[in-house]
């Protein structure tokens, strides 16, 4: 199974200053026949379920606010929220499709207010 | 309006069974991969299940031979069916979607990525 890890664990930053999550993954997520990197992106809100926020490591699912970006590629990546708000506090994961089953995802990292 | 609504979860002993039901709206229930993905209080997301559009079943080994995932496509209903459950099947379950898979070169490739979640049903197993 392909094990994936992020960093930091947590973060607090001020408000309108850059966060920044990183992923790694135990393989490359790079499908060569397509050139994709099988990796999402998911935000949790305290009380609410995930929500999917990029896909394909770079592509914004419709509706997500473009301060959010995902980046990297094979077993690196990144995801960026370029001006923190108050209402991207909560809890965001990594998570492979490249080889399933199963389905991995990252242990997650809690965005605060500084 | 696109949703899923679990239902079916409480209090059971261990070693005890449960069932739970996801009811599918707004979209073309048949056409999609569908999971059961839990998450224990305070812990990360822990991908349970998973059914194809053909019916067949995918499971991790933590629950392989002790959780049966199964669909009605007639209902826009999934199911979970928990036997012999454990202290440490206590988590919130959540049922999900994923988007369809294409073929690649010949090769079709699951997009197992979750678009669209329920907003989760609480499964406490204790004594």
């Known amino acids: 199974d392909i094990v994936m890890t992020q960093s930091p664990d947590s973060l607090a930053v001020s408000l309108g200053e850059r966060a920044t999550i990183n992923c790694k993954s135990s393989q490359s997520v790079l499908y060569s026949s397509n050139n994709k990197n099988y990796l999402a992106w998911y935000q949790q809100k305290p009380g609410q379920p995930p929500k999917l926020l990029i896909y394909?490591?770079?592509t914004r699912e419709s509706g997500v606010p473009d301060r959010f970006s995902g980046s990297g590629s094979r077993t690196d990546f990144t995801l960026t929220i370029s001006s923190l708000q108050a209402e991207d506090v909560a809890v965001y994961y990594c998570?492979?499709?490249?080889?399933?089953?199963?389905?991995?995802f990252g242990p997650g990292t809690k965005v605060d207010i500084k | 309006e696109v949703q899923l609504v679990e239902s079916g979860g409480g209090l059971v002993q261990p070693g005890g069974s449960l069932r739970l039901s996801c009811a599918a709206s707004?979209?073309?229930?048949?056409?999609?991969?569908m999971h059961w993905v839990r998450q224990a209080t305070g812990k990360g997301l822990e991908w349970v299940s998973a059914?194809?559009?053909?019916?067949?079943?995918y499971y991790p080994g933590s629950v392989k031979g002790r959780f049966t995932i199964s669909r009605e496509n007639a209902k826009n209903s999934l199911y979970l069916q928990m036997n012999s459950l454990r202290a440490g099947d206590t988590a919130v379950y959540y049922c999900?979607?994923?988007?369809?898979?294409?073929?690649?070169?010949?090769?079709?490739?699951?997009?197992?990525?979750?678009?669209?979640w329920g907003r989760g049903t609480l499964v406490t197993v204790s004594s």
């Open positions: 998570q492979q499709y490249y080889t399933t089953p199963p389905v991995t």
């Open positions: 707004g979209f073309t229930f048949s056409s999609y991969d």
């Open positions: 059914i194809g559009t053909a019916g067949d079943p």
């Open positions: 999900a979607r994923t988007r369809p898979g294409d073929y690649v070169w010949g090769s079709y490739r699951n997009y197992w990525y979750f678009d669209l």
């Open positions: 394909w490591a770079s």
